[in-house]
């Protein structure tokens, strides 16, 4: 078993800046995948960036390429998303998600591939 606990979201301006932070628990983070999505009210939850536990890939939707950066420190089985230039529309709750790294290709941008969620933290860009 996997907990993760998002951590840093809030209320911002946009242009603002924000570091989310995902603390995982539990077996070892290394060999875990991570990957962040977001929610906002009425949509689906959407794919927003991914880190791979072995070669150092990074994965990134349209939405975030050139404003965010996914980053993992193992040491402190932690993954961040630096997100920069917020805009009103990257309003949304955000997730952290984990999953094995079984040494297989699967689709990293869907949420259903992945085995452990946090809870969610809410993001809010005012105009």
């Known amino acids: 078993q996997v907990q993760l606990v998002e951590s840093g979201g809030g209320f911002v301006q946009a242009g603002d800046s924000l570091r989310l932070s995902c603390e995982a628990s539990?077996?070892?983070?290394?060999?875990?995948?991570m990957g962040w999505f977001r929610q906002a009210p009425g949509k689906e939850r959407e794919f927003v960036a991914a880190?791979?536990?072995?070669?150092?890939?990074?994965f990134y939707a349209d939405l975030a390429k050139g404003r965010f950066t996914i980053s993992r420190d193992n040491a402190k089985s932690t993954a961040y998303l630096q997100m920069n230039s917020l805009k009103p529309e990257d309003t949304a709750v955000y997730y952290c998600?984990?999953?094995?790294?079984?040494?297989?290709?699967?689709?990293?941008?869907?949420?259903?591939?992945?085995?452990?969620w946090g809870q969610g933290t809410q993001v809010t860009v005012s105009s």
């Open positions: 998600a984990a999953k094995f790294d079984g040494g297989r290709y699967y689709p990293i941008n869907v949420h259903s591939e992945y085995d452990y």
């Open positions: 880190a791979t536990a072995r070669g150092g890939y990074k």
């Open positions: 539990g077996r070892t983070f290394v060999g875990y995948d």
